[in-house]
Every structure is written in C-alpha cells, then in structure tokens.
C-alpha cells in the first residue's frame, strides 16, 4: 500500500545540479530508512544514497561528495540533492523505504524521475 512518488529529474548540462524529491504516501514514513536507486539503459539498478532513521547516511562511490541525501518526515518527503553532474549520472532514479529488516517497503518501483545529463 505504501507508495512512493518521484519527481525533480530532468535534462542538465554536465557540472549542473538538480534536487529530486520522493513523496511517500501514508503516515509510516519516518520508521524506514529511505535510499534512491538509479538505473541506466541496459545496467542493473544500484543504489546511490541511503538514509537511516536517525539521519545517517551512505553514498555509493561515485557521487561521494557530489550528491546528498535528507528527508523531512513531516512532509513525508525524502531528497536527493545532485551537484556538479556528470553524464554517467544520467539514470532513471527510484526511490524506496527499507524496512527493520532492510527489505524493500514495496516491489513496486513505478516509473522513478529521468535524469539526464549532457551537454
């Protein structure tokens, strides 16, 4: 029943920035962790940005330093802020809760937000 709403994607040029946002419906919000996956045409989806209920967070190697993770439990929302962009970055980009047993809240992934970067 949980669903996840992904938007804020969009076409950028390489160095540029975007801040995508993830609406979470019902009102469990902040029990999950929350994490942004991205998947490229023809590649697996891997995960990019993880953060813990008590705000901690982790970042894959390759947007380390370039891209940061929060959330705003009291609007239900979680963000994935993106600077100086790089045209590996483009992806479609999810979102999804993980639960104490860090499974997936849902199997559906729905459409996610298409970032794209070139020049």
């Known amino acids: 029943q949980v669903q996840f709403v992904e938007s804020g994607g969009g076409l950028v040029q390489p160095g540029g920035s975007l801040r995508l946002s993830c609406v979470t419906s019902?009102?469990?919000?902040?029990?999950?962790?929350m994490a942004w996956y991205r998947q490229a045409p023809g590649k697996q989806r891997e995960l990019v940005a993880l953060i813990q209920r008590d705000g901690n967070t982790h970042f894959a190697d390759s947007v380390r330093g370039r891209f940061t993770i929060s959330r705003e439990d009291a609007e239900n929302t979680a963000y994935l802020q993106m600077n100086s962009l790089k045209p590996e970055d483009t992806a479609t980009y999810y979102c999804?809760?993980?639960?104490?047993?860090?499974?997936?809240?849902?199997?559906?992934w729905g459409q996610g937000t298409q970032v794209t970067v070139s020049s």
């Open positions: 999804n809760g993980l639960d104490f047993g860090y499974q997936h809240v849902t199997d559906y």
């Open positions: 019902g009102s469990m919000f902040s029990i999950y962790a």
